[in-house]
């Protein structure tokens, strides 16, 4: 091929890329109990809906709050105490669901394994021998599963109507002062000129997007056992290689669930 012609089309290759758009790769990853080690082990965070934002979704609500007529109600602190005690409460208990858990499927795979051998064989004994070990730690276990979801249900109950009348205060306000934040997002992405892009994380915790280079927020919620996961991230976009954005709890605003 003539090289002038193999010139201009590495030119024209460079030219559109100059005008593509930007790239951005979303990797979420949460800590979570290991049922079996019962110590905190990082995994992706899959089906997570994130959205890429030409605005601050935190600034509009933050303005949104100032404006409001009456103030935002707080948790009285007789009720936050409890909250919190419920909250632990909960967290104790899933520990301990997930530690029987974890044995009483040890159990399982271990009778399948008990049928591939005859009792006569060394293997045989070696697997039974741990099953009978396993079984007794198994049966302490439920009886501890039991007892630490009692005492959760108890929490749960003596303060149950007490929190459904603060969520029923709170609800209603939101929704009277933060009823203008339809309007303002579309007054924001008129004035941008940008539209809001959506994807949902994979099993491996992706999230992919092509947007305009500028200024972008990412937003996702990752709900947990007692508390959320927030996200709201600045993150610059600019053409050339893919901008790559690792999202945790590190940088996740954790929020408490009412």
Not at 96 to 118: C, D, H, K, P, V
Not at 216 to 238: C, H, K
Request: with cysteine; aromatic share 10%; hydrophobic share 40%.
């Amino acid at each position: 091929m003539n090289r002038r012609i193999i010139a201009n089309l590495a030119f024209i290759s460079l030219a559109l890329g100059a005008c593509g758009p930007a790239e951005l790769v979303v990797t979420a990853a949460v800590e979570v109990i290991d049922p079996a080690t019962g110590n905190p082990v990082s995994r992706p965070a899959d089906d997570v809906v994130f959205q890429l934002l030409p605005f601050d979704r935190d600034q509009i609500f933050d303005s949104l709050t100032a404006a409001a007529p009456t103030p935002e109600p707080t948790l009285p602190p007789e009720l936050q105490v409890a909250r919190d005690s419920i909250a632990a409460a909960q967290q104790e208990w899933r520990e301990f669901e997930s530690r029987w858990l974890a044995m009483r499927e040890r159990l399982e795979e271990i009778t399948g394994e008990l049928e591939q051998y005859n009792p006569a064989e060394a293997q045989y004994r070696v697997l039974f021998n741990e099953f009978n070990e396993i079984e007794g730690q198994y049966q302490a276990a439920e009886r501890t599963k039991d007892q630490a979801f009692d005492r959760f249900d108890r929490l749960q109950q003596e303060t149950f109507s007490e929190l459904e009348e603060f969520r029923a205060l709170l609800s209603a306000w939101e929704e009277g002062a933060f009823a203008p934040y339809g309007e303002v997002v579309g007054a924001k992405l008129v004035a941008s000129g940008r539209e809001i892009l959506a994807d949902t994380t994979d099993a491996t915790g992706r999230a992919d997007f092509e947007a305009a280079p500028g200024q972008w927020w990412i937003y996702g919620r990752y709900p947990l056992a007692t508390e959320e996961l927030y996200w709201n991230v600045p993150v610059t976009l600019e053409r050339g290689e893919p901008t790559e954005l690792p999202l945790s709890r590190e940088n996740a605003q954790v929020r408490e669930i009412l």
